[in-house]
């Protein structure tokens, strides 16, 4: 008989630990650190944001889009420099390796915000999402600085 119940035991948890371990899994969410906005002098309709994304996840996470309430528009841009020349291309997703971390970062990775709804000062904050599926929204607090 006690046997049996070890037996039942040990099956029960076998269907219900996979289960939860997936549950786990999908509900990890990456965390935006050491976020900022530069603004871009002489009143520009278009500010850069740079930060970096831990995903402590045991699987790779895939951004597929930005917003914020303080913005037209945001999306995922990437500089790169191509025989001298400096080019700057919209990236339709950004993949946040499984216990990695991304950096967005000036003449790199970073985010184009289009459009500002008011006008913003240095030392303000702005609260930005990053869509990152199964209802995952990765926010982030961003501080804005003046232009450097």
């Not at 939860?20 to 965390?31: E, L, M, Q, S």
């Not at 970096?52 to 996470?61: L, Q, S």
Request: charged share 20%; proline share 6%.
């Amino acid at each position: 008989m006690k046997t049996r119940r070890l037996l039942l035991a040990a099956a029960l948890a076998c269907a219900v630990l996979p289960a939860f371990a997936r549950g786990k899994a999908d509900t990890c969410v990456p965390v935006v650190r050491d976020a900022w906005i530069r603004l871009v002098p002489g009143g520009m309709p278009m500010h850069a944001g740079f930060a970096r994304i831990d995903n402590p996840c045991d699987v790779a996470i895939t951004v597929t889009g930005v917003s914020g309430d303080a913005y037209g528009s945001a999306s995922l841009h990437e500089s790169t420099r191509v025989n001298g020349i400096s080019r700057m291309r919209a990236l339709p997703q950004l993949v946040l390796p499984a216990h990695g971390s991304v950096e967005l970062k000036p003449g790199g990775l970073h985010l184009m915000l289009m459009d500002p709804k008011k006008t913003l000062q240095a030392g303000d904050h702005v609260a930005l999402r990053f869509d990152a599926g199964k209802g995952r929204d990765v926010r982030g607090d961003f501080v804005v600085r003046a232009g450097n």
